[in-house]
């Protein structure tokens, strides 16, 4: 009876904290931007790893004499490696901390890239993409994770949705420079950006939600002070993130078996599916392998690749901007539509070329599509779902939870990205069909059970979701 009193008292105390008002939520401070900045280095280097398949792929098959089978292989092992990694991110971010997991990454990652620079066979080319694949599979996680525990919540979605932003430059590089660098001089770009992280770390404070769950009470202030301003008052955000984290640990602890709980259901439900539907409606394949559609539907790669590499950048920042005005479900459902009917146009352009109807058109009409496509991912589906990740899950789940979620995405990456060839030689219209009535799909999905999180704290979203503030209402 006196732990159930005592969760009550909890639980009340944090609902009257989040109904106060503190001027300090709103303050954006330059800590909170470098912080921010450091994280998404590791973004572009995924970005980078996601495009650099297109942007190497003649390159390599010609140097290292690799057969299709080869180099689909090559390309899947990225997301074969980031899956692995996604099993162990989790629980190192909570043993690590965010930055000591950050700190990991980078290693792997840079290990990954000189092996690729400097592959003398193709065995040095598959143990790069699968080390850099492992960082990035921490990568992954622990960005979005670590931006969303440390930036104001009206501000909180346009932060983290900058890890799209950056992804979105490092595949904009990779076709861009793909015209005129060759594959190993692509491959060292790719580590640049993990060595700046790493040294940019040791200048940026640790998540205090973390600092919270390891008991570091000082820490946690101290981490807060830097993030907020020196001279802000911090007294309610202490005392909002250390009520949420006592009440989730006398909860239950993180285990496997917390994910079957009832009141946790829903939102595993909306981690996996999001992350399902971000990999099975085509993403992967168009964007990792935009030169073979360029090639197949008789449209320059050169030119394709170029055109698309410049627009990578202004389509993304148009969701950084949105996502905090609009809000997620908008975005998204806009997102889902878009990519579903871009498919099925792509689909009909393949089918004109089979029929050998509008031939001067279809190649114009693929690009474009191509275009339409990757700006739709982008503005929702492209990040969105690792914003909403990073935020419905309690941190008594947040390490199973989140692994389970970025190991769903990444293993379904792998999938796509492994088939996608051989689903291109059998039809070409046929696997955009496949990809355009899965978007259709995604389309119900997010209108169905997507929840809003937009200007709601952590320990807000994470109430309304498990159900808790409905048990306190009937108290």
Request: aromatic letters at 12%; hydrophobic letters at 50%; proline letters at 3%.
């Amino acid at each position: 009876m006196m732990v159930v009193e005592g969760e009550r008292s909890m639980e009340e105390g944090l609902l009257k904290l989040q109904n106060q008002n503190d001027a300090s939520d709103c303050r954006i401070t330059s800590c909170v931007i470098l912080s921010t900045f450091v994280a998404i280095c590791g973004s572009f280097s995924f970005g980078v790893a996601t495009g650099y398949t297109s942007g190497a792929e003649i390159g390599i098959m010609k140097d290292m004499g690799l057969s299709i089978a080869e180099f689909s292989a090559f390309g899947s092992f990225s997301t074969l490696g980031a899956a692995v990694g996604a099993l162990f991110s989790g629980k190192m971010a909570i043993m690590l901390g965010r930055r000591g997991t950050m700190w990991v990454s980078n290693i792997l990652c840079i290990t990954g890239w000189l092996s690729i620079a400097f592959a003398k066979d193709v065995l040095w080319l598959d143990f790069g993409r699968i080390s850099s694949g492992m960082g990035i599979g921490l990568i992954s996680y622990v960005v979005p994770v670590y931006i969303a525990e440390i930036t104001p919540k009206h501000v909180r979605g346009t932060f983290t949705f900058s890890n799209q932003l950056l992804q979105n430059a490092g595949i904009a590089m990779v076709y861009f420079c793909g015209n005129f660098l060759n594959w190993r001089m692509m491959a060292l770009l790719g580590a640049l950006p993990c060595v700046i992280q790493a040294v940019g770390l040791f200048f940026v404070p640790e998540s205090p939600r973390w600092l919270a769950k390891v008991g570091t009470d000082k820490e946690l202030e101290n981490s807060l002070l830097r993030l907020r301003g020196r001279d802000a008052d911090i007294s309610r955000e202490v005392s909002e993130i250390q009520l949420m984290t006592k009440m989730i640990d006398s909860d239950s602890k993180s285990s496997f078996g917390d994910l079957i709980q009832r009141k946790y259901r829903h939102t595993l439900v909306v981690g996996i599916g999001l992350m399902l539907i971000q990999q099975f409606s085509g993403s992967a394949a168009v964007i990792y392998y935009a030169s073979t559609i360029f090639r197949k539907a008789g449209f320059s790669v050169a030119i394709g690749s170029t055109i698309l590499g410049l627009f990578m950048i202004p389509k993304a920042m148009i969701g950084l901007i949105l996502v905090d005005k609009w809000g997620r479900r908008p975005l998204l459902l806009t997102s889902a539509f878009g990519m579903s009917i871009t498919c099925m146009l792509l689909g009909l352009a393949f089918a004109l070329q089979k029929m050998q109807l509008l031939p001067e058109l279809t190649p114009v009409f693929t690009f474009i599509c191509v275009t339409l496509y990757v700006a739709t991912y982008a503005i929702g589906v492209g990040g969105l779902p690792w914003v909403i990740m990073s935020e419905i899950f309690p941190m008594n789940i947040k390490v199973t939870a989140g692994s389970l979620v970025t190991l769903a995405s990444w293993s379904s990456s792998s999938i796509v990205t492994y088939a996608f060839n051989f689903l291109f030689e059998w039809s070409t219209q046929g696997t955009f069909y496949i990809f355009g009535a899965i978007g259709g799909g995604a389309f119900l999905f997010i209108w169905l059970l997507v929840p809003e999180t937009k200007g709601l704290s952590l320990e807000e979203i994470q109430i309304s979701l498990t159900g808790q503030s409905d048990e306190i209402s009937h108290m």
